[in-house]
């Protein structure tokens, strides 16, 4: 770390060996069509951005800062670059560079094989988007299109949960009509209500839902993207929640 410079909190990594090995396998393969396009092309970018997210996934970031490996990837690209190259020179740098990349994902997969646990490296995991949310948002996520894929997710729940209660509102009243009990019979219900803690399960079912308003709301209406893998799967996975408790819900309708 350069003198002078505060260190920031170290973040350990977020994903097992062998789900960084999996992510790190389909990086690879991409980059066999990656090293074909321009160095200027915005695939590239998009590629090196995800790489390095999955990277930082698996070797964290010790002190708020890229771990050597994730650095050593970085540099991989760039090293060798030097103003008044032609746009063919630096072409064929950039294969070069890329060519280097190959290598060292290799290496780090042999790396992490070598640290995951044998039970690990060989069950797959278990766990499986709502086929809805699998539906509107699983390629896109794949593809790393994930605030995309976030966006989906949130207004098919918003629409289930319209459809299911037969009310026409939207965002924090269809909410409130659809799920709240005090001084009403619920819409949509998830336990008979007779408790204290039944209510607060409710309420706090309620306030899952509404989250996924705000949060619909506020992918809607910025600009902002983010390229964490893990994060959009999390949105993901709190989607395709909500779609499991719309379907073992009781359905309250007003005849």
């Known amino acids: 770390m350069p003198k002078g410079r505060s260190q920031g909190e170290t973040v350990p990594p977020t994903l097992q060996p062998h789900q960084a090995i999996d992510l790190l396998?389909?990086?690879?393969?991409?980059?066999?069509?990656?090293?074909?396009?321009?160095?200027?092309?915005?695939?590239?970018?998009?590629?090196?951005?995800?790489?390095?997210?999955?990277?930082?996934?698996?070797?964290?970031?010790?002190?708020?800062?890229?771990?050597?490996?994730?650095?050593?990837?970085?540099?991989?690209?760039?090293?060798?670059?030097h103003?008044?190259?032609?746009?063919?020179?630096?072409?064929?740098?950039?294969?070069k560079g890329q060519e280097t990349r190959r290598a060292l994902l290799q290496a780090y997969i042999d790396q992490l094989q070598i640290l995951a646990p044998p039970q690990a490296?060989?069950?797959?995991?278990?766990?499986?988007?709502?086929?809805?949310?699998?539906?509107?948002?699983?390629?896109?996520?794949?593809?790393?299109h994930?605030?995309?894929?976030?966006?989906?997710?949130?207004?098919?729940?918003?629409?289930?949960?319209?459809?299911?209660?037969?009310?026409?509102?939207?965002?924090?009243?269809?909410?409130?009509?659809?799920?709240?009990?005090?001084?009403?019979?619920?819409v949509i219900q998830f336990n008979s209500l007779q408790t204290e803690e039944e209510r607060d399960e409710q309420k706090g079912i309620?306030?899952?839902?509404?989250?996924i308003v705000g949060l619909r709301n506020s992918k809607a209406h910025s600009n902002r993207l983010f390229n964490d893998p893990n994060r959009a799967h999390d949105y993901l996975a709190l989607a395709s929640l909500l779609m499991r408790l719309l379907e073992i819900a009781q359905i309250n309708r007003a005849n």
């Open 83 to 95: 103003s008044g190259m032609s746009d063919s020179e630096f072409q064929s740098f950039y294969v």
């Open 206 to 211: 309620m306030f899952l839902y509404k989250g």
């Open 146 to 186: 994930y605030k995309a894929s976030a966006l989906e997710a949130y207004i098919r729940v918003i629409t289930e949960v319209r459809q299911r209660s037969g009310l026409s509102e939207d965002g924090d009243r269809l909410m409130n009509r659809a799920f709240a009990y005090e001084n009403q019979a619920p």
């Open 25 to 81: 396998r389909r990086q690879l393969e991409q980059l066999e069509e990656i090293i074909k396009l321009h160095h200027r092309n915005p695939k590239v970018a998009a590629w090196e951005s995800t790489t390095v997210s999955i990277l930082d996934g698996a070797f964290g970031k010790p002190n708020g800062e890229h771990e050597e490996r994730t650095r050593e990837f970085e540099r991989a690209r760039n090293h060798v670059w």
């Open 121 to 144: 490296a060989n069950v797959p995991d278990q766990y499986r988007f709502h086929s809805e949310i699998e539906k509107v948002s699983g390629q896109l996520y794949r593809d790393g």
